[in-house]
């Protein structure tokens, strides 16, 4: 499921999985707005009206209201967004997902806090709260309804700031400069006026401060007309007596002890070091917050990544860049996580109990008397603390400063969010420019300038990891005689590449063994299974089907294997602090290049080759089971499928339902995935998981319009199957590119399918037979061949008759319905969508259901019956969009949008063929978007504006015939003549008016 943000505290601004959303039409956003504004509340309809049309609503004021929640539901890519009540509708997204909703309740949490006990924790919420504003609320939104909206925040917002300015200057934090600025923004609010004069007369500024009360009472009387409150007036005669009470007691620490050794114990900053520099700003914000005197907790800051991906680099770095911010000087000691025996807390507290002058017969024995000892010395001392290569939350701990003043940075493979405050930095590859830079650093001269395309490709070997990238330059540097194209020729034999990248000391194999060392058994037979699959991300049922386990069972391997960061879990957005991982049922994980290349070595001699190859075919397996089960369950049974017989899987009837509460989501995920097992099948001689899995997943290309992978696969299975002679593969693999050939309007579809269509016959295989012919049937339609589309529908539909399939025949019924409909029969194009539509809902079948109710809707367009129409493809909408079906969503727009012309709706035609027109951005389907743009020349015809509507005609006409549409173009010529005689006529009456 998406990750929504819905933004109202400044421009109003839908955010989803970290990327603003286009919202283009005004009355989407009003709408959006008004239901954002009370999440999962339902908002009545009548309230949506007056947001969109104040008191003169249209009389298609509910259907438009329908139409504009139908396509935010598309917009915003979860028809479960907006669910539909009685009465109105409600957004269903969490509360906090609301910027409004999340101040609102910030502001609770400080309105139960005491402020005078806890005004800490009181100023950070409120800092928290006020964080969040960008601006005016609503801004850029009109109407009374939106203003009310945004003055009721507002004024939150401005009660908020005197609660943080009266905090401020309580805890003696005030900043007057600010509070002048405040006083500018509200200048008639006294309170934020009296706390300014009380800062100013702090700052030992008594004349400004009662220059500032001259000044609002200025404005007082000028704006109001009256004079100031009586406590600004009782506020002015304090400063004027120079009142004890307007003075702040300040709190100091003792002082009175002496460390006898400043501590220098950092390593050497690395002299290559770069590319970290949003890092390295953001960990020294983060530690310099110890500098902040009142504040009682000690900074922690916590920096994570997989092995050589800089951690320690990065900690030194900032270590010496703060060298004079904590001049009592700096701890470092490497805590050993990441071996087999990680250092003894207690030990590593002697060290620095040493460092910090104390005599060796002065140091306690136990732990707890070594950790007090510690807190105590540093106890009023800035000093920074680097824990290197942590293991765990309770090897930490001792080590921690009790009061404020210190600082420590933490780095380790492990997320420690047990360590209570941490602030987790998360470090990734570096980016190709940053590692170009690092290699430019370690390697003298010209010899990688030289040859940039060379420098690229060690770059992409080395996969941003920094240990890799000065492993390689180390190599290349202490070889002179090589140019960077004969390190590049060494690095590009997968099998030989972890040997080139070993100079001395350093060495990617031994680092990576040592984190695949402290695996358990099963996690380390776990990855190495994984990484024989070319995928680029994977799933915990990947793993499961590997292993031949239950999917919960191997989760809690993925767990181990992401804990000891040799599998990390794709984060959504990669922010520096706390990234989020995808909620979603299954998260997906990947592996770094190199991790990959060293598990498949290690497979290699840890597993026998029966291993190796079953893994793999088990994970086919499963693929084509959630396919065909996900298929099965869409369809009410095996039907309109060609596939093979699925082979034993090992995931349970558990995972599966799991796996298939969404199927589209579920494929969207897999489809990378699921495109590359594709071409791993074809190329390792299993041309029938190639291509079973190739053809089972054509429903979703189609649905999603996924249409480059459709051919790419396909391609890749054809090939398999020819070369291994498998004629049923081969004839069901070109059916379905005929099937992406209709879809694309490609003129090579028909080849493709007369030798398909020769081959099922060669087998007497019905259900292929049927499913050819009704594809050629779709192509004869089309290109107006109508008695040959007869004739093969029929043929189809006796086909799948004979093969027991009423999925396949309600299809062959809606196609001659079409046809029919084309011809001029509407009768019988009635007749037969009808029987169409009454299969579909005997099998419970949604997917056939809509399509024979848009069927139905077209017959009532051609019977003149407009209203009739609209309720048909209302129903196919609603239904479309529930099941997460673009293409589906498209098509029955474009027609509806059609008949919304015919009700003399233009404003609700407009909007439709808006958000068709962003639908077909992302769906290649030429089809679709010639009828938008015939649509788009009716609606302009219908406002006079003929010459527009011509040129868009001439476009809609050209679009049909590059998708070898004769019917459509023929439509679109004919409008065209219709428009020339009715422009004509309009020239020889009164002018009428051109609108644009």
């Known amino acids: 499921m998406a990750d929504l943000r819905f933004r109202m505290l ?59 929640v139908s396509a935010l539901r598309s917009v915003l890519g979860d028809p479960d967004s907006i669910h539909t009540h009685p009465v109105g509708y409600a957004l269903n997204v969490p509360d906090e997902s609301v910027d409004s909703r999340l101040f609102e309740r910030l502001m609770d949490e400080v309105k139960a806090l005491d402020h005078g006990r806890e005004p800490e924790q009181a100023l950070r919420l409120l800092e928290r709260a006020l964080g969040l504003w960008r601006g005016p609320a609503y801004d850029k939104l009109s109407g009374p309804v939106a203003e009310s909206m945004a003055v009721l925040l507002e004024q939150r917002r401005v009660k908020a700031v005197e609660q943080r300015a009266e905090i401020r200057l309580k805890l003696g934090r005030e900043d007057p400069d600010e509070l002048a600025a405040l006083c500018a923004e509200f200048p008639l609010r006294e309170r934020l006026h009296g706390f300014l004069m009380v800062s100013l007369y702090r700052a030992g500024r008594q004349a400004d401060a009662l220059a500032a009360y001259q000044n609002v009472r200025s404005i007082l009387r000028e704006e109001l007309g009256i004079e100031p409150g009586h406590e600004l007036q009782a506020t002015e005669r304090s400063i004027l007596n120079q009142d004890s009470s307007l003075s702040l007691s300040r709190m100091h620490g003792p002082g009175a002890h002496r460390i006898v050794l400043v501590p220098h114990q950092l390593p050497g900053a690395a002299p290559d070091f770069t590319g970290r520099d949003e890092y390295v700003a953001q960990l020294r914000g983060t530690l310099l917050r110890s500098g902040d005197t009142t504040a009682h907790r000690t900074p922690l800051a916590l920096v994570t990544g997989m092995c050589g991906i800089g951690k320690t680099a990065l900690a030194v770095e900032v270590g010496h860049l703060l060298r004079n911010d904590f001049p009592d000087g700096q701890l470092f000691a490497r805590l050993d996580g990441s071996t087999p025996r990680p250092a003894e807390p207690a030990n590593v507290l002697d060290r620095f109990l040493r460092g910090l002058g ?111 990238l000065r492993v390689a330059g180390s190599r290349l540097a202490s070889h002179p005689h090589w140019g960077a194209a004969e390190l590049v020729r060494r690095m590009a034999d997968e099998k030989q590449r972890l040997d080139q990248l070993t100079h001395g000391d350093l060495d990617i194999r031994a680092l990576l063994a040592v984190a695949y060392e402290t695996l358990s058994a099963p996690a380390r037979r776990t990855l190495r299974l994984l990484c024989l699959l070319n995928v680029p991300d994977f799933a915990a049922w990947h793993a499961a089907a590997t292993l031949g386990a239950r999917t919960d069972d191997a989760a809690s391997l993925m767990d181990e294997l992401v804990e000891c960061r040799l599998v990390e879990p794709d984060l959504r957005q990669s922010g520096l602090v706390e990234p989020d991982l995808r909620q979603s049922d299954s998260v997906r994980f990947r592996v770094h290049s190199l991790v990959r290349l060293f598990a498949a070595e290690r497979c290699a001699t840890e597993d026998d080759a029966a291993d190796r190859r079953r893994a793999v075919d088990d994970v086919l397996a499963a693929c084509l089971a959630i396919l065909r089960e996900s298929h099965r369950r869409g369809y009410g049974g095996e039907f309109v499928t060609l596939g093979d017989p699925v082979p034993a899987c090992g995931l349970a009837e558990a995972d599966l339902d799991k796996l298939l509460r969404d199927p589209t989501g579920w494929f969207t995920d897999e489809r990378p995935a699921l495109s590359a097992l594709v071409a791993q099948a074809a190329n390792t001689g299993r041309p029938q998981a190639a291509w079973n899995i190739a053809v089972g997943s054509v429903v979703f290309h189609e649905t999603l319009g996924c249409f480059d992978d459709w051919r790419t696969t396909h391609e890749l299975a054809l090939t398999a199957v020819q070369r291994h002679g498998d004629t049923r593969g081969e004839a069901a693999v070109l059916c379905s590119l005929g099937s992406l050939g209709i879809a694309r309007g490609g003129a090579w579809a028909e080849g493709g399918l007369l030798r398909a269509l020769t081959l099922f016959e060669s087998i007497n295989d019905a259900l292929g037979r049927a499913l050819t012919l009704r594809n050629l049937a779709h192509l004869d339609r089309v290109h107006g061949r109508h008695d040959s589309a007869f004739q093969r529908y029929r043929a189809a539909l006796a086909d799948f008759q004979e093969a027991g399939d009423p999925v396949g025949e309600a299809h062959a019924l809606s196609g001659l319905a079409q046809t029919y409909l084309e011809v001029g029969d509407v009768a019988s194009a009635e007749r037969y969508s009808t029987d169409s539509l009454h299969l579909a809902e005997s099998l419970g079948n949604l997917r056939l259901e809509s399509q024979a109710l848009y069927r139905l809707g077209n017959v009532l367009v051609a019977r003149g019956d407009s209203t009739g129409a609209h309720a048909y493809l209302s129903k196919s909408l609603d239904i479309v969009q529930t099941a997460g079906d673009p293409v589906g969503q498209a098509h029955v727009m474009a027609a509806t949008a059609a008949v919304l012309v015919d009700l003399g709706d233009l404003d609700a035609a407009d909007e439709m063929l808006d958000t068709v027109t962003e639908l077909c951005e992302r769906l290649p389907d030429g089809r679709v978007r010639g009828r938008v743009i015939l649509t788009r020349a009716r609606v302009h015809e219908e406002r006079g504006s003929y010459a527009t509507a011509e040129t868009l005609l001439l476009s809609a006409s050209a679009v049909f015939s590059d998708n070898g549409d004769a019917v459509w173009q023929e439509r679109a010529l004919e409008a065209m003549s219709r428009l020339r005689r009715r422009s004509a006529r309009s020239r020889q009456g009164p002018a009428e008016p051109q609108q644009n």
């Not at 959303?21 to 504004?37: C, G, H, K, P, S």
């Not at 009206?49 to 008191?55: C, G």
């Not at 420690?416 to 602030?423: A, E, N, Q, T």
Request: hydrophobic share 45%; charged share 25%.
């Open 358 to 468: 104390v005599d060796a017969r002065e140091i306690p024995d136990d732990l707890d008397s070594r950790a007090d000892m510690l807190r105590s010395l540093l106890g009023g001392k800035r000093i920074l603390i680097v824990l290197d290569d942590a293991d765990s939350e309770a090897q930490v701990t001792p080590l921690l400063p009790g009061l404020a003043g210190c600082a420590v940075v933490i780095t380790s493979r492990r997320r420690l969010f047990g360590l209570p405050g941490v602030v987790q930095f998360e470090l990734g590859r570096l980016p190709a420019d940053a590692a170009d830079d690092l290699l430019g650093r370690i390697v003298p001269g010209d010899r990688l300038r030289a040859d940039p395309e060379a420098l690229r490709e060690i770059v992409q070997f080395c996969d941003g990891l920094p240990f890799a």
């Open 10 to 68: 400044g421009p109003f601004e839908v955010v989803r999985d970290g990327v603003p959303i286009a919202i283009t039409a005004r009355r989407n956003r009003m709408m959006l707005a008004v239901l954002a504004a009370q999440p999962n509340r339902i908002v009545p309809l009548d309230r949506l009206i007056t947001a969109l049309w104040d008191e003169n609503p249209p009389r298609t004021a509910r259907a438009q209201v329908h139409i504009c």
